[in-house]
Protein backbone atom coordinates (compact mmCIF):
# COMPACT_ATOMS: atom_id res chain seq x y z
CA UNK A 1 0.00 0.00 0.00
CA UNK A 2 1.52 3.56 -0.50
CA UNK A 3 0.71 6.39 1.63
CA UNK A 4 1.42 10.44 1.00
CA UNK A 5 2.25 12.02 4.40
CA UNK A 6 3.46 15.67 4.60
CA UNK A 7 4.00 15.15 0.79
CA UNK A 8 6.51 12.31 0.94
CA UNK A 9 5.55 8.51 -0.54
CA UNK A 10 5.75 5.51 1.91
CA UNK A 11 5.55 2.70 0.50
CA UNK A 12 4.36 -0.17 3.42
CA UNK A 13 4.08 -3.50 2.60
CA UNK A 14 1.10 -5.48 4.61
CA UNK A 15 0.72 -9.10 4.71
CA UNK A 16 -2.81 -10.62 4.99
CA UNK A 17 -1.19 -12.85 7.36
CA UNK A 18 0.22 -10.12 9.42
CA UNK A 19 3.02 -11.49 9.90
CA UNK A 20 5.89 -9.49 11.77
CA UNK A 21 8.61 -10.61 9.45
CA UNK A 22 6.85 -9.40 6.81
CA UNK A 23 6.28 -5.68 7.96
CA UNK A 24 8.51 -3.61 5.83
CA UNK A 25 9.12 -0.13 4.48
CA UNK A 26 11.11 1.03 1.97
CA UNK A 27 13.11 4.17 3.19
CA UNK A 28 13.62 6.36 0.70
CA UNK A 29 13.30 10.17 0.85
CA UNK A 30 16.59 11.52 1.65
CA UNK A 31 20.54 10.83 1.57
CA UNK A 32 23.11 11.81 4.24
CA UNK A 33 26.55 11.97 2.72
CA UNK A 34 30.00 13.20 4.32
CA UNK A 35 29.89 16.51 2.47
CA UNK A 36 26.66 17.60 3.14
CA UNK A 37 26.92 16.71 7.14
CA UNK A 38 28.30 19.36 9.35
CA UNK A 39 31.86 18.92 11.01
CA UNK A 40 29.99 19.35 14.30
CA UNK A 41 27.61 16.67 15.30
CA UNK A 42 25.63 18.90 17.70
CA UNK A 43 25.58 21.69 14.98
CA UNK A 44 24.31 18.75 12.76
CA UNK A 45 21.53 18.39 15.40
CA UNK A 46 20.43 21.28 15.05
CA UNK A 47 19.84 21.09 11.78
CA UNK A 48 17.65 18.10 11.89
CA UNK A 49 16.21 18.85 15.09
CA UNK A 50 15.17 22.02 12.80
CA UNK A 51 13.80 20.12 9.89
CA UNK A 52 11.67 17.90 12.43
CA UNK A 53 10.29 20.71 14.39
CA UNK A 54 9.19 22.28 11.16
CA UNK A 55 7.69 18.81 9.93
CA UNK A 56 5.09 19.19 12.91
CA UNK A 57 6.18 15.78 14.49
CA UNK A 58 3.99 14.75 17.56
CA UNK A 59 6.29 14.93 20.62
CA UNK A 60 9.04 15.78 18.17
CA UNK A 61 11.21 15.74 21.54
CA UNK A 62 10.51 12.11 22.79
CA UNK A 63 13.56 10.16 23.15
CA UNK A 64 14.55 7.00 24.51
CA UNK A 65 16.57 6.93 27.63
CA UNK A 66 19.10 4.19 27.91
CA UNK A 67 20.62 3.72 31.47
CA UNK A 68 22.17 0.81 33.12
CA UNK A 69 22.95 -0.47 36.99
CA UNK A 70 26.58 -0.95 38.13
CA UNK A 71 26.34 -4.99 37.42
CA UNK A 72 25.65 -3.79 33.45
CA UNK A 73 21.84 -4.61 34.11
CA UNK A 74 19.77 -2.15 30.80
CA UNK A 75 16.96 -0.22 31.44
CA UNK A 76 15.51 2.20 29.11
CA UNK A 77 12.16 4.61 28.63
CA UNK A 78 10.67 7.62 27.12
CA UNK A 79 11.62 10.86 28.37
CA UNK A 80 11.74 14.24 26.49
CA UNK A 81 14.05 16.52 25.54
CA UNK A 82 14.23 20.20 27.66
CA UNK A 83 17.49 21.82 25.90
CA UNK A 84 20.67 20.98 23.84
CA UNK A 85 23.66 22.87 23.30
CA UNK A 86 27.35 22.27 22.57
CA UNK A 87 27.56 21.00 26.24
CA UNK A 88 24.92 18.45 26.18
CA UNK A 89 21.09 17.25 26.01
CA UNK A 90 18.90 18.18 29.01
CA UNK A 91 16.19 15.99 30.59
CA UNK A 92 14.59 16.27 33.75
CA UNK A 93 13.44 13.88 36.27
CA UNK A 94 12.95 12.34 39.97
CA UNK A 95 15.88 11.91 41.60
CA UNK A 96 14.76 9.41 43.40
CA UNK A 97 13.85 7.21 40.30
CA UNK A 98 14.96 3.88 38.70
CA UNK A 99 16.58 5.85 36.16
CA UNK A 100 18.13 8.38 38.78
CA UNK A 101 19.10 4.96 41.00
CA UNK A 102 20.95 3.26 37.59
CA UNK A 103 22.36 6.97 36.60
CA UNK A 104 23.95 7.40 40.68
CA UNK A 105 25.60 4.13 39.86
CA UNK A 106 26.66 4.05 36.78
CA UNK A 107 27.00 7.66 34.95
CA UNK A 108 26.30 6.95 31.69
CA UNK A 109 23.58 6.94 29.03
CA UNK A 110 22.38 6.38 25.70
CA UNK A 111 19.15 8.46 23.80
CA UNK A 112 18.05 7.97 20.64
CA UNK A 113 15.59 10.10 18.69
CA UNK A 114 13.57 8.04 16.04
CA UNK A 115 11.90 10.58 13.38
CA UNK A 116 9.97 8.26 11.42
CA UNK A 117 8.50 11.03 9.36
CA UNK A 118 11.76 12.06 8.27
CA UNK A 119 13.04 8.18 8.32
CA UNK A 120 16.06 9.34 10.73
CA UNK A 121 17.25 8.02 13.62
CA UNK A 122 20.15 10.35 16.28
CA UNK A 123 21.74 8.31 18.65
CA UNK A 124 23.81 10.10 21.37
CA UNK A 125 25.84 8.04 23.90
CA UNK A 126 27.58 10.28 26.91
CA UNK A 127 28.39 10.74 30.69
CA UNK A 128 25.30 12.41 32.80
CA UNK A 129 25.75 14.82 35.75
CA UNK A 130 23.05 16.93 37.09
CA UNK A 131 22.47 20.32 36.21
CA UNK A 132 22.89 23.00 38.52
CA UNK A 133 20.31 23.62 40.71
CA UNK A 134 19.62 27.02 39.69
CA UNK A 135 19.09 25.72 35.99
CA UNK A 136 16.62 23.03 37.44
CA UNK A 137 14.27 26.00 39.27
CA UNK A 138 13.83 27.32 36.52
CA UNK A 139 12.63 25.06 34.35
CA UNK A 140 10.46 23.44 36.89
CA UNK A 141 8.99 27.03 37.66
CA UNK A 142 7.86 27.19 33.87
CA UNK A 143 6.07 24.11 33.72
CA UNK A 144 2.49 24.42 34.18
CA UNK A 145 0.99 24.60 37.71
CA UNK A 146 -0.15 20.88 37.32
CA UNK A 147 3.17 19.43 36.40
CA UNK A 148 4.83 21.02 39.58
CA UNK A 149 2.16 19.42 41.93
CA UNK A 150 2.24 16.34 40.05
CA UNK A 151 6.31 16.60 40.83
CA UNK A 152 5.95 16.89 44.33
CA UNK A 153 2.93 13.94 44.72
CA UNK A 154 4.70 11.19 42.54
CA UNK A 155 7.22 9.12 44.50
CA UNK A 156 8.15 8.00 41.01
CA UNK A 157 9.28 4.33 40.20
CA UNK A 158 8.13 3.50 43.66
CA UNK A 159 5.24 0.94 44.75
CA UNK A 160 2.35 2.72 45.42
CA UNK A 161 -1.10 1.31 47.06
CA UNK A 162 -3.40 2.12 44.76
CA UNK A 163 -4.81 4.86 41.72
CA UNK A 164 -7.06 5.92 44.80
CA UNK A 165 -4.00 6.93 46.77
CA UNK A 166 -2.23 8.77 44.37
CA UNK A 167 -5.41 10.53 43.44
CA UNK A 168 -5.87 11.79 46.76
CA UNK A 169 -2.50 12.62 47.69
CA UNK A 170 -2.53 14.79 44.39
CA UNK A 171 -6.23 16.79 45.24
CA UNK A 172 -4.42 17.16 48.68
CA UNK A 173 -1.70 18.69 47.46
CA UNK A 174 -3.60 20.63 45.19
CA UNK A 175 -5.16 22.34 47.87
CA UNK A 176 -2.26 22.91 50.24
CA UNK A 177 -0.34 24.63 47.72
CA UNK A 178 -3.27 26.79 46.29
CA UNK A 179 -2.58 30.41 46.15
CA UNK A 180 0.84 29.68 47.39
CA UNK A 181 4.42 29.54 45.55
CA UNK A 182 5.34 25.94 44.61
CA UNK A 183 9.05 25.44 45.34
CA UNK A 184 10.97 22.63 43.19
CA UNK A 185 11.44 19.62 45.78
CA UNK A 186 14.46 18.88 46.02
CA UNK A 187 14.41 15.46 44.75
CA UNK A 188 13.38 16.58 41.57
CA UNK A 189 15.69 18.25 38.22
CA UNK A 190 17.35 18.18 35.79
CA UNK A 191 20.16 15.56 33.96
CA UNK A 192 22.46 16.64 30.84
CA UNK A 193 23.85 14.07 28.73
CA UNK A 194 27.39 15.09 27.65
CA UNK A 195 27.73 13.41 24.44
CA UNK A 196 31.41 11.45 23.58
CA UNK A 197 29.85 9.78 20.62
CA UNK A 198 26.72 10.68 17.99
CA UNK A 199 25.17 8.94 15.57
CA UNK A 200 22.66 9.87 12.28
CA UNK A 201 20.86 7.33 10.38
CA UNK A 202 18.79 8.11 7.16
CA UNK A 203 17.01 5.46 6.15
CA UNK A 204 17.99 4.42 2.31
CA UNK A 205 16.47 2.09 -0.11
CA UNK A 206 17.63 -1.78 -0.26
CA UNK A 207 18.27 -1.35 3.64
CA UNK A 208 21.67 0.41 2.61
CA UNK A 209 21.40 2.83 4.99
CA UNK A 210 23.33 6.25 5.66
CA UNK A 211 25.07 5.99 9.30
CA UNK A 212 27.46 8.60 10.45
CA UNK A 213 29.02 8.52 13.43
CA UNK A 214 31.20 11.60 15.18
CA UNK A 215 33.07 10.17 18.20
CA UNK A 216 35.24 12.52 20.44
CA UNK A 217 38.65 12.27 20.72
CA UNK A 218 41.12 13.01 23.52
CA UNK A 219 41.86 17.02 21.62
CA UNK A 220 38.08 17.68 21.87
CA UNK A 221 37.82 17.40 18.33
CA UNK A 222 35.49 15.45 16.65
CA UNK A 223 36.00 12.45 14.34
CA UNK A 224 33.61 12.01 11.82
CA UNK A 225 33.25 8.04 10.21
CA UNK A 226 30.91 6.51 7.88
CA UNK A 227 29.53 2.89 9.13
CA UNK A 228 28.20 0.01 7.53
CA UNK A 229 24.60 -0.38 7.55
Not at 34 to 48: L, S, T, Y
Not at 72 to 93: C, Q, Y
Not at 113 to 123: C, D, P, T
Request: hydrophobic content about 40%; charged content about 25%.
Amino acid sequence: MVYEIFGFIFTVYIMTNKSIADIRINYSQKQLLEEDADRDPVQQFGKWWKEAVESEILEVNAMTLATASSDGIPAARIVLLKDFSEKGFVFFTNYESFKAQQLADNPKACLVFFWKELERQVRITGLVQQVPALESDEYFHSRPEGSRIGAITSPQSHVIESRQWLDDLYKKNTLLFSGKKIERPVYWGGYMVRPVVIEFWQGRPGRLHDRLQYTLQENNVWKLERLAP
